[in-house]
């Protein structure tokens, strides 16, 4: 099946700081997406991105499906920015979503 | 519109004993898939239905089934407890089959504690 890669594992950065993610995946894919984890362990949707940039805010990713890797960009970051970040697309066939292990994110006041 | 919602939010139980998780999709979806959360092993994949049949499963034992109904309602059933399945479980609802490419929406899961 696709392997998911996500890097750094942990970030820790001020508050105002800008950071960027990285998901390496082994496979072209039809589905990227990105997610934020609250500290109660819901799943929230930022991206759903297969190919190209999408931005929301102060949030943005890009997908470059034939270099296989897609970038979320957080500028500005804010307290509420913490937490864990994950990207997921989907395994062969007719697998479900295969999820990097996370970006832990710190954002410190 | 809703969102997906999971029952029961909290649980907790003993070894050997089995559970039941429930799971209701966005309204309009009709696949809904179920994932397991540990610190150890990250986000797994358990199964997808998707009109009321099994599509693929992960790599869990028997122990872990699942069902949908004509609703596109799904239960997922965790039969003789172990520690190890104690764990944050999250559904996920999607328009059509998640491995087309559809978006999946996340439910805010079932902790288990099983001791």
């Known amino acids: 099946g696709i392997q998911v890669e996500q890097s750094p594992p942990d970030l820790i950065l001020q508050e105002g700081a800008n950071s960027t993610l990285r998901c390496n995946f082994s496979d072209s894919v039809n589905n990227l997406q990105w997610f934020h984890q609250n500290p109660w362990g819901q799943l929230i949707n930022l991206f759903y991105i297969p190919s190209g940039t999408k931005q929301n805010g102060r949030l943005s990713a890009t997908t470059v499906a034939t270099e296989r890797y897609s970038l979320l960009y957080i500028s500005s970051s804010q307290t509420t920015d913490s937490g864990v970040y994950f990207c997921?697309?989907?395994?062969?066939?007719?697998?479900?979503?295969?999820f990097g292990k996370g970006t832990h994110l710190i954002i410190q006041p | 519109k809703a969102g997906v919602t999971q029952t029961p939010r909290y649980l907790i139980k003993t070894r050997g004993q089995q559970v039941t998780l429930s799971c209701s999709p966005i309204?309009?979806?009709?696949?809904v898939s179920w994932y397991q959360q540990t610190p150890g092993q990250g986000l797994q994949f358990l199964f997808e239905y998707f009109s009321e049949t099994q599509r693929n499963k992960g790599n869990f034992p028997g122990r872990f089934s699942g069902r949908q109904f004509s609703n596109s309602r799904s239960e997922m059933n965790v039969s003789t407890l172990e520690l190890g399945d104690s764990a944050l479980y999250l559904c996920?609802?999607?328009?059509?089959?998640?491995?087309?490419?559809?978006?999946?929406?996340f439910g805010p899961g079932t902790r288990l504690t099983v001791l």
């Open positions: 997921a697309a989907p395994g062969g066939g007719a697998d479900g979503l295969t």
């Open positions: 996920a609802s999607s328009l059509l089959a998640g491995a087309f490419g559809y978006e999946q929406f």
């Open positions: 309204s309009g979806h009709r696949s």
